[in-house]
């Protein structure tokens, strides 16, 4: 089994190797790329949104990470500040020592006395130029904590600018992506409308058909007028139905005008 996974790898291996000394892999790398372009362009826009939605929310984690980092710098530099605080102090108080000293061996005496006791001048000269030495050295860890402390200040004030920066920006891209929804929206809402569009062509023959009826209706109407305006034919007289009654008043009516004085019938009835 083994022999025969390396006999594939050893052909994927001369098969990407011929690739590249034809050139074809040039054309590869392009097929891919269009390829890639297009599964883009086919994924919905739905998706992306909501893809999007989900990226916009991962910067919430990458803000926490910042107020962790920004919380301990902020100790870091207040614990700076009171280092330089203590240094600052200590060669104030150094600086009023040395001072002192160098005014004492200035007068020339043999003896100087501090605090009720008495010190040869070489011993005083001696301990001058050793905490003179150590005042120096001071001056210079105070001058590099100072420029430490400053920059350390300006980055945690350009962390924090970021910090906001980014909040502002995450809340921008909200109401972007919102935006972007509601117009998904709109489009969506659009091509529904255009999806359920009725065919009124039919309706339009029904009508022009019923119109064409109407037109022949109208000249059948027309001609049996004309008929009736220029026809040689009498009159038909519309018959009604006599009820029984008015058809032996008419009867008896019409016996009796034929009836004679002498009670005779009229000739010819």
């Known amino acids: 089994m083994f022999k025969k996974i390396g006999l594939t790898v050893a052909a994927l291996g001369v098969s990407f190797l011929a690739l590249h000394l034809t050139g074809l892999t040039s054309y590869t790398a392009t097929a891919w790329s269009n390829v890639s372009k297009n599964f883009k362009k086919s994924?919905?826009?739905?998706?992306?949104?909501?893809?999007?939605?989900h990226e916009v929310a991962q910067l919430v984690p990458d803000m926490k990470k910042h107020f962790n980092t920004i919380a301990e710098e902020m100790v870091a530099v207040e614990n700076l500040e009171k280092e330089v605080a203590t240094t600052q102090a200590n060669l104030k108080q150094r600086k009023e020592n040395i001072l002192s000293m160098t005014k004492d061996l200035e007068s020339g005496n043999r003896f100087i006395s501090y605090d009720g006791k008495r010190y040869p001048a070489d011993r005083v000269r001696e301990?001058?130029?050793?905490?003179?030495?150590t005042f120096q050295i001071c001056e210079?860890?105070?001058?590099?904590?100072?420029?430490?402390?400053?920059?350390?200040r300006r980055a945690l004030e350009t962390a924090r600018e970021q910090l906001n920066a980014l909040k502002s920006q995450k809340h921008e891209l909200e109401i972007q992506v919102a935006?972007?929804?509601?117009?998904?929206k709109t489009v969506r809402l659009a091509q529904t409308k255009n999806k359920i569009n009725l065919?009124?062509?039919?309706l339009a023959r029904c009508k022009a058909t019923l119109a064409e009826l109407r037109d022949r209706l109208n000249v059948?109407?027309?001609?049996?007028?004309?008929?009736?305006?220029?026809?040689?034919?009498?009159?038909?007289?519309?018959?009604?139905?006599?009820?029984?009654?008015?058809l032996i008043k008419k009867v008896r009516t019409h016996i009796n005008d034929n009836v004679k004085a002498d009670g005779s019938v009229a000739e010819g009835e």
């Open 127 to 133: 301990k001058l130029a050793r905490d003179f030495a």
């Open 179 to 184: 935006q972007l929804e509601a117009e998904l």
């Open 220 to 246: 059948e109407k027309k001609r049996s007028m004309i008929e009736g305006q220029f026809s040689d034919d009498p009159i038909p007289v519309e018959k009604k139905d006599v009820s029984t009654e008015d």
């Open 43 to 53: 994924v919905p826009f739905e998706f992306e949104i909501e893809r999007l939605r």
């Open 199 to 202: 065919d009124d062509s039919q």
């Open 140 to 152: 210079t860890e105070l001058k590099t904590k100072e420029q430490l402390l400053d920059a350390r």
